[in-house]
């Protein structure tokens, strides 16, 4: 199930929250494990055995971890923990490309595998190899409650799409944590949010971006550029609309997740980006393989083989392709570059030279990402040279069409509706009356986001009826 | 106390849409969209597995969802206040809705061009008179009113290759010299009555027979407030424009004998207890059908087969004083019968190819007029 769906909101949302409110406290993390469940078979009821694998796996992987006395069968644990998890994650997601690959070069005729990637199977695996890895350090006791634990793995609002929540982080509310009207008020206005955000935005510039480039990649100019920036936008609202959701549902039930995404596009430096993007998972690789490795503390040399590393396994977990290892090299040489060279240039220039490249490079590195066939790319950035013209016919209705709306993504994406509600806050929060207007833009949102997924199923048959 | 009423208002609201769209009432069709709305999925635990039950729930959800057509206007409106004056293919203008027009496949339309001249050649062949009547787009003859930076497909390479074909009649220009006066729906995507009177006087001028004065047809508005296919498309359910739906009086065309495909005998081709209906369009012949045998009061010898597509619905009326007997050909629905052995059978003396340029474009029932 996904949160931007009427069955989501009309179904399951009452439900989880009727019954969880009712719900004495100590059945709760049964109740949310079920419906977490519920939830991850939904979509691909099959896959609910994968999840229960992982689970089991791992649950009895810091049992083991709890009762190791010598470093070294700690160290085997942990050693057999990894290879399974990573064994799981590299079967679903990357034996098709393995295979594919393996039969390019070798030139045989292995079978592909008859396997869908089970959804979240990446956000999942990498938050139970955290909570082995926290065990082993030291860093987090061993959860002795089976349901507890399977609710840690489970947890409907970040199973799908992060963030990656890291098992130290809320070990002690999964143990036990309080809900209150506060909680629940804030958890409500995070959610809306992030819906409006993946519905109202991310859909439509999903829209414009397919609209674009359904027809190939020989564009003129400027609709190439206004895809590309369409799909900058579109991956930005998808994605932390999705965490805003999460982080949202959390708070409802009194989770406190940590911050995924903190306004990206407003970046003077690539370094910049990557801490204010997908925080969650650039600081598992950080904790978990970029320390582990080294880090910067073992010279130069080891430095830039780490960060390398770390990158070309940024790109390829986000997906089993080879445009995935170019976008995760493109960032890893790019942020070598800056930690060298570039930093200390950036910092003498004035700070829109530094928006300005940002945003160019991220645009670039987007259309990497946007076509996992890897065979279009130069032809689409051919075609934002100029390769095919600058404009079309249709051109300028289109961008008429849609210049409204680019320009109220582009605000949303800005920072500054966040501070003006912080101001909004401090001086009329505390005032009664101020209820009213914040009831009215909430409830808008959402009314405006459950119009776009109702619409979305409407469907006019023009002529005839057979 | 702010907290626990903005929580409660929205428990409130989830609970009501969910509610609501449980309990009230279902429709199995919608009017606007004519089609069967989804039924409740089959729950079983194979429906489940392979997840047509969840994906039925979900369209299940969608298409009942509580006042769905407030959310539908709701989204129309809001792309619409960001700009966007085309969706769904209906571009809104101030002087009404307009059908954008586009070829989905070019090939489907030199195909039937070819179709259109052969048939022709077998035509004379036989004796039997012919003429072609393709209507022009709306967009076309209003392109002016097209929003800024629209280009819809262009029409006129179309026309240019239709001009090749024998017995070929151009409307255009007549539709340019009356464009200050309404020749389509504003909320629909067929021609009025006063469109469809334009193209007869044209049928009949290639014939070297002058058309009788619209007056003579006695045109009674039948229904207003008609809000056609282009009003459903757009999606935003506000009355700005409605139609009224007007057609030659029943008593002009004197007495007839309809029977349809099923064998049904009418004796009109108007069909008054459709006009309840959404689509008051329907008020013409009920629809389509494949094939329609019609019988006038007159008696002079000449037998028209009428191949068409909904636009000669409205048309037909005219036609109705010139024959003695008309046979209404739907090739979209025609299923075993050749249209050369009918026009044998059944002694026709002319043929009227009647087609929007859009649905001509892509109708794939073209080529059958050529089968023998």
């Given amino acids: 199930m996904v949160f931007s769906s009427l069955e989501f909101l009309s179904l399951f949302l009452p439900a989880v929250f009727l019954l969880y409110f009712l719900c004495p406290v100590r059945f709760r993390n049964g109740l949310l494990l079920i419906f977490s469940l519920f939830f991850y078979g939904w979509g691909e009821p099959r896959y609910l055995v994968v999840m229960l694998a992982s689970i089991l796996l791992n649950y009895v992987l810091g049992l083991l971890l709890g009762k190791a006395a010598s470093a070294r069968g700690r160290k085997a644990i942990l050693a057999v923990g990894v290879v399974l998890n990573l064994g799981m994650l590299g079967v679903f997601k990357y034996g098709n490309f393995v295979v594919e690959n393996v039969n390019a070069v070798a030139k045989t005729a292995l079978p592909a595998l008859e396997l869908t990637l089970p959804i979240g199977i990446s956000f999942f695996t990498f938050q139970a190899m955290s909570y082995v890895i926290d065990v082993y350090r030291g860093k987090a006791k061993v959860q002795k409650n089976p349901f507890s634990f399977g609710l840690y793995i489970s947890l409907f609002p970040q199973l799908i799409a992060g963030p990656i929540v890291r098992y130290n982080t809320v070990e002690a509310e999964i143990n036990s944590r309080t809900s209150d009207f506060a909680g629940a008020a804030k958890g409500i206005r995070r959610f809306v949010t992030g819906l409006a955000k993946k519905v109202l935005l991310a859909n439509g510039m999903g829209a414009v971006f397919t609209s674009l480039t359904s027809g190939g990649t020989a564009l003129p100019a400027v609709s190439a550029w206004v895809a590309a920036l369409a799909f900058a936008l579109q991956i930005y609202f998808d994605f932390s609309g999705y965490s805003d959701m999460a982080i949202g549902l959390g708070l409802v039930f009194g989770f406190h997740f940590e911050e995924n995404f903190n306004y990206p596009y407003v970046s003077k430096s690539i370094t910049e980006f990557w801490s204010r993007w997908h925080i969650s998972l650039s600081t598992w690789f950080k904790e978990y393989v970029y320390i582990p490795l080294g880090g910067n503390r073992k010279g130069k040399l080891k430095q830039v083989r780490n960060i390398l590393v770390v990158w070309l396994l940024t790109g390829l977990w986000h997906g089993a392709a080879w445009n995935f290892v170019l976008w995760g090299l493109y960032y890893g040489l790019l942020l070598l570059l800056e930690k060298f060279v570039l930093k200390k240039v950036l910092d003498r220039l004035p700070s829109f030279v530094g928006h300005v490249y940002t945003l160019l490079v991220v645009l670039f590195g987007w259309v990497l990402f946007a076509f996992d066939d890897v065979s279009l790319i130069p032809g689409f950035l051919g075609s934002m040279f100029g390769q095919n013209g600058f404009a079309a016919a249709d051109t300028l209705y289109f961008v008429k069409s849609n210049v409204g709306f680019f320009v109220l993504c582009a605000a949303a994406s800005l920072p500054l509706w966040k501070n003006l509600g912080k101001r909004w806050a401090e001086k009329y929060g505390d005032k009664a009356w101020s209820l009213a207007p914040e009831l009215l833009w909430y409830v808008l949102l959402f009314f405006f986001s459950v119009a776009s997924l109702v619409k979305g199923g409407y469907n006019p048959f023009i002529y005839f009826r057979f | ?372």
């Fill in chain 2, 1 to 372: 106390m702010k907290n626990k009423i903005f929580t409660g208002v929205f428990a409130l609201l989830l609970c009501a849409l969910t509610a609501l769209t449980l309990l009230l009432p279902k429709k199995t069709f919608s009017e606007t969209e004519k089609r069967d709305l989804a039924a409740f999925p089959s729950l079983s635990a194979d429906t489940v597995l392979d997840g047509s039950f969840q994906s039925g729930l979900s369209d299940y959800l969608g298409d009942h969802f509580v006042c769905r057509d407030l959310f539908i206007s709701a989204d129309s409106a809001f792309a619409l206040a960001l700009g966007k004056t085309g969706q769904n293919g209906v571009y809104l203008t101030k002087n009404g809705l307009m059908d954008s027009f586009y070829a989905s496949d070019a090939k489907r339309f030199d195909e039937n061009v070819e179709a259109l001249t052969a048939f022709s050649g077998l035509l004379s062949e036989r004796n039997v008179a012919f003429r072609a009547l393709i209507v022009p787009t709306a967009t076309q003859t209003y392109a002016d009113r097209l929003p800024l930076g629209a280009t819809d497909l262009d029409s006129a390479p179309f026309f240019d290759r239709l001009k090749t074909v024998p017995g070929y009649v151009d409307v255009r220009d007549v539709f340019s010299a009356h464009r200050d006066q309404k020749l389509f729906y504003q909320t629909d995507h067929h021609w009025t009555a006063l469109g469809a009177y334009l193209a007869y006087c044209a049928y009949k001028e290639s014939l070297g027979q002058s058309p009788a004065e619209i007056d003579a047809f006695r045109l009674q508005t039948v229904a207003d407030e008609f809000y056609g296919t282009l009003y459903s498309r757009f999606g935003l359910f506000l009355p700005v424009f409605s139609d009224t739906v007007e057609a030659p009086s029943p008593d002009v065309l004197g007495a007839l004998t309809v029977v349809n495909s099923k064998n049904e005998t009418t004796r009109s081709i108007y069909a008054p207890e459709r006009l309840s209906e959404k689509d008051k369009y329907l008020y013409f012949l009920g629809g389509n059908d494949s094939v329609i045998h019609i019988t006038t009061e007159n008696k002079n010898g000449r037998r028209l087969m009428l191949v068409k597509d909904s636009y000669a619905n409205s048309f037909l009326p005219y036609l109705i004083g010139d024959y003695e007997a008309i046979t209404v050909v739907d090739l979209r629905y025609l299923n075993n019968d050749l249209v050369l052995n009918m026009i044998e059978k059944e002694g026709i003396t002319d043929v009227l190819v009647l087609y929007n340029l859009k649905s001509f474009a892509s109708d794939s029932g073209v080529p059958l007029l050529t089968l023998e």
